[in-house]
């Protein structure tokens, strides 16, 4: 049974910093593609960034410059380093898996089989 479990979430002032963990079991993370997408109250989920098998990674231009996504393969989990974070910055954090052994990510989010439940980050002063 895949399980993704995201952590690091919570409140912080904008200009600030935090950083997201994802925990998978289930599924060796080494071969996969795996995505950080995020949810805002009233909005669609939008892609954040996302991380191949072979360390290609992709960042939406609203995050572009701020946001680092990494990987820990002994760890079997990713990373998601959010600075200089901003109020339009506050939603819920998802991270997703595709099975799939590629050398590129996008964030199309319908091609993500597993998804974690998720990890609120609050940009507020």
């Known amino acids: 049974q895949v399980q993704l479990v995201e952590s690091g979430g919570g409140l912080v002032q904008p200009g600030g910093s935090l950083r997201l963990s994802c925990a998978a079991s289930?599924?060796?993370?080494?071969?996969?593609?795996i995505g950080w997408f995020r949810q805002a109250p009233g909005k669609e989920r939008e892609g954040v960034s996302c991380i191949s098998m072979t360390y290609n990674t992709y960042y939406a231009d609203s995050v572009k410059g701020r946001f680092s996504i990494s990987r820990d393969n002994a760890k079997n989990t990713i990373y998601l380093q959010m600075n200089s974070l901003k109020p339009e910055d506050t939603a819920v954090y998802y991270c997703?898996?595709?099975?799939?052994?590629?050398?590129?990510?996008?964030?199309?989010?319908?091609?993500?089989?597993?998804w974690g439940q998720g990890t609120q980050v609050t940009v507020s002063s």
């Open positions: 289930g599924l060796t993370l080494r071969y996969a593609r």
């Open positions: 997703a898996v595709v099975p799939q052994i590629s050398t590129t990510c996008g964030l199309i989010r319908n091609e993500y089989a597993y």
